[in-house]
């Protein structure tokens, strides 16, 4: 394992754990369904989502589940192929980024059955440019949803920016 490797396994770990003890202390602290607002536009709120992103496909029938099940697999073992030989620390830490909340989410599958959503943000008697929400919630998420699309984001922004050097060089 190189250098890279080892700080995107650092990131991994870090994202795992974290995720896995926020979710912990909301399961011991919050029933289900509880909400604690914090702020105007943010609650604390114990949700569990059986589906997948956004709740997609919670009342899915099996072979839906199966698929998806499959695809997550395929996607974290291609993850890891390109975690370890990754040759700069910027895509190694954005894939360790993705893994750890990847398979944060997944442990919460294996272990609850459903994954443990708890960051609640929403707008409330917002009026814009003619344009008035009266009250919209995005849907729940957790700290290794927030990774994932940190994650994929940043390794996109790299990836294009390489892109372009590498053009440039040419």
Wanted: proline share 2%; hydrophobic share 55%; charged share 15%.
């Amino acid at each position: 394992m190189n250098v890279a490797s080892v700080k995107g396994v650092f990131v991994l770990l870090c994202v795992l754990i974290v995720d896995q003890i926020t979710k912990a202390f909301i399961v011991s602290r919050l029933a289900l369904h509880e909400t604690i607002p914090v702020f105007p536009g943010f609650n604390i709120v114990h949700v569990r989502n059986h589906g997948i992103s956004f709740g997609m496909l919670s009342n899915g029938q099996m072979w839906q589940r199966l698929l998806i099940w499959g695809a997550v697999i395929f996607l974290i073992l291609y993850l890891i192929r390109q975690f370890l030989t990754a040759t700069h620390w910027i895509p190694s830490v954005c894939v360790g980024g993705v893994l750890g909340g990847a398979l944060g989410n997944v442990a919460d599958r294996a272990i609850h059955g459903a994954v443990i959503d708890f960051i609640d943000l929403y707008v409330k008697d917002l009026n814009i440019l003619s344009l008035t929400v009266k009250e919209w919630h995005w849907p729940a998420f957790n700290v290794a949803d927030s990774a994932i699309v940190v994650g994929v984001c940043c390794f996109a922004l790299y990836s294009s920016r390489a892109g372009k050097s590498a053009g440039k060089r040419r």
